[in-house]
């Protein structure tokens, strides 16, 4: 309220000053304007005449004016409002934002560090197996190279056996005569009998 006081007042100083330059500008040159009846009555007309139109103004569109400018205020002052809670969230996002991009690197660090160990532990994994498997396959080489000497060692025997009864049997047929060899068989068959 006090401002439209204040406004009003402003408003009417600055038309009466504007009115009497402009009189005195275009009016006869006299020696003291305010020695002259006439124009003293002209600027007392127009000042109630502004006076009336203002008021018929205010009277017809002041409560309109007034909300207009209340509304526009408080548009601004709500578009202030608006954009600050903006900026505060655009502050919380960028902080998020950078939060997520220091957990990204930290991530990153992570994710790399566990692909190493991954692969270290794979490493040891694979080399121990295949020392592992080394060691079956020495083993087995080993088992199966003792039981191909065990085979060739039998093989050479049986062959060695077989050579001894023919050479045996060559010096027997020589040197034995038939009732040596008579004598041999019924040795052989009370033996066996008796067994």
Do not use: C
């Not at 408003?11 to 304007?33: D, M, R, Y």
């Not at 578009?79 to 220091?102: F, M, Y």
């Not at 692909?115 to 020495?138: F, N, P, S, V, Y």
């Amino acid at each position: 309220m006090k401002r439209t006081y204040l406004f009003f007042t402003v408003l009417l100083t600055a038309l009466a000053i504007s009115a009497v330059a402009f009189a005195s500008e275009h009016g006869p040159h006299l020696e003291g304007w305010f020695l002259a009846d006439y124009q003293l009555e002209r600027y007392i007309f127009r000042l109630i005449n502004l006076a009336l139109f203002l008021g018929i103004i205010w009277w017809a569109a002041g409560s309109k004016i007034k909300d207009f400018f209340v509304g526009r205020r408080d548009g601004i002052k709500q578009d202030l409002d608006d954009l600050q809670s903006r900026q505060i969230d655009a502050e919380k996002k960028l902080k998020e934002v950078e939060a997520s991009i220091a957990n990204m690197a930290q991530e990153k660090k992570q994710i790399l560090d566990d692909a190493r160990a991954q692969g270290e532990a794979i490493k040891t994994a694979i080399i121990e197996k295949a020392k592992h498997d080394a060691e079956a396959l020495t083993e087995q080489a080993k088992r199966t190279a003792s039981n191909e000497a065990q085979a060739a060692v039998e093989t050479i025997r049986a062959e060695m056996a077989d050579m001894v009864v023919a050479a045996a049997e060559k010096i027997v047929a020589e040197k034995l005569s038939a009732a040596d060899h008579d004598k041999l068989v019924d040795d052989y068959l009370t033996k066996v009998v008796l067994n």
